[in-house]
């Protein structure tokens, strides 16, 4: 298994998130997510491969590929570029992956697909990899192929990792539970940068910003999304701080998957969700979780708030009653901008084992991926805030000058 070291990787996912809000130039992101998915796992190789369709059908197109031992590293490819014979996608018999490839299949049942030794697996057509493999005298062992998907949404691409190595030993290894789901994480945001590349070239430019006001609301969707499906957590919320007097957080967006809630600050009012005010009686509030974070600016990892003393869990015991929820475990992140102030909180609620759906503890070994989503939602809000408070100033100049 792959050494992480959490403190490297966040710096460098704060980095990549903070990227996609300056960078302009797709590849040099799509590149920037291929690395650090090889960093991640170790793996001697990476390809990525967009979805495209022409009168024969869907296909996956080489759009990238790394790999270190051979030497390969193909920049990028438009559709139709690459020396390298696209993957068909027969949509016939779909459910039976024998007839597909691996990423074939990925992009097919738009799910992650990981086989341990490919050779030794009947579970897949395998002639692309022996074809590869033949071709460049190379040995194709362990595989995972993640979609390129944002949920609910259809499959852009698929990326493929080979061979992940031990870094001690030189070995083939093994990918682990966490290594897939930063994996998976990683490729939806590189599902939003094909995205926006799709809508801003639909406009006559490069990619959308995604500081623009008409956005933003659907980031803080799509970061408690892959905030909540990279720790199966049930549930999450976003609240942002607010410095005029009281000072506060005040709530953004909310999700629960059990109780069917999905709603944001718009709908707040009618939900009468209350600020957390992080000031009582002139003291800071440090008996609630979320606003401890912020004050705190630490990540809180709590596995069962009903045996908890430290904090008090009054509102979320009145919101379990309400619902008829039992909340146990939390993670609460802070947003911290580019100067490390604190712009909100994130909060995950009820972590759940992949295997039995059962409420467990949040894993410490993601906490760094959270942290860099919780980033990116910050720059999030930090660029809305500023773009609304330019647009105030505009229409009040306007109105003084009139």
């Not at 070239?201 to 990279?230: C, N, W, Y």
């Not at 999905?262 to 009686?281: G, H, K, M, N, Q």
Request: negative net charge.
């Amino acid at each position: 298994m792959a050494i992480f070291h959490q403190d490297a990787f966040f710096w460098r996912l704060i980095n990549l998130t903070r990227s996609l809000s300056t960078e302009t130039d797709k590849w040099k992101l799509f590149s920037n997510i291929l690395n650090e998915c090889q960093g991640i796992t170790h793996c001697d190789g990476a390809t990525l491969y967009l979805l495209e369709e022409d009168e024969a059908g869907p296909r996956l197109d080489y759009a990238m590929i790394q790999n270190k031992s051979l030497g390969l590293n193909q920049k990028f490819c438009e559709p139709g570029q690459s020396a390298l014979t696209p993957i068909r996608v027969q949509t016939t018999d779909s459910d039976n992956n024998q007839t597909h490839s691996i990423a074939a299949y990925c992009a097919l049942q738009a799910k992650s697909v990981c086989v341990e030794d490919v050779y030794n697996s009947t579970q897949f057509n395998i002639c692309g990899i022996k074809a590869f493999d033949d071709l460049f005298d190379y040995r194709t062992r362990s595989v995972l192929s993640v979609p390129v998907i944002k949920p609910g949404r259809r499959v852009l691409g698929v990326i493929q990792l080979v061979n992940p190595l031990n870094p001690l030993s030189g070995t083939v290894a093994h990918y682990s539970e966490t290594q897939i789901a930063i994996i998976e994480s990683l490729a939806a945001l590189m599902a939003t940068i094909l995205e926006s590349a799709e809508l801003e070239h639909a406009e006559g430019g490069l990619l959308v910003r995604l500081s623009q006001p008409k956005g933003t609301d659907a980031i803080f969707e799509r970061v408690l999304d892959e905030a909540m499906r990279v720790t199966r957590a049930d549930g999450g919320t976003i609240y942002w701080y607010r410095d005029d007097a009281p000072k506060r957080l005040e709530f953004v967006a909310l999700k629960n998957n059990s109780l069917n809630l999905a709603f944001t600050a718009f709908e707040s009012e009618s939900r009468d969700i209350s600020p957390l005010l992080l000031e009582v009686d002139g003291e800071p509030n440090l008996q609630n979780v979320a606003t401890f974070t912020a004050i705190s600016k630490q990540v809180v990892n709590i596995d069962d708030a009903y045996n908890n003393t430290t904090f008090d869990f009054s509102g979320m015991k009145s919101f379990d009653q309400q619902y008829g929820y039992h909340s146990k475990s939390f993670l609460s992140v802070p947003l911290l901008n580019h100067a490390q102030e604190v712009i909100g909180v994130m909060q995950l609620i009820n972590a759940r084992n992949a295997f039995n759906q059962d409420v467990i503890a949040f894993s410490s070994q993601l906490e760094p991926l959270v942290k860099g989503l919780a980033s990116y939602a910050a720059m999030t809000l930090e660029n809305d805030m500023l773009v609304h408070a330019k647009h105030t100033d505009k229409a009040i100049r306007k109105t003084v000058n009139q």
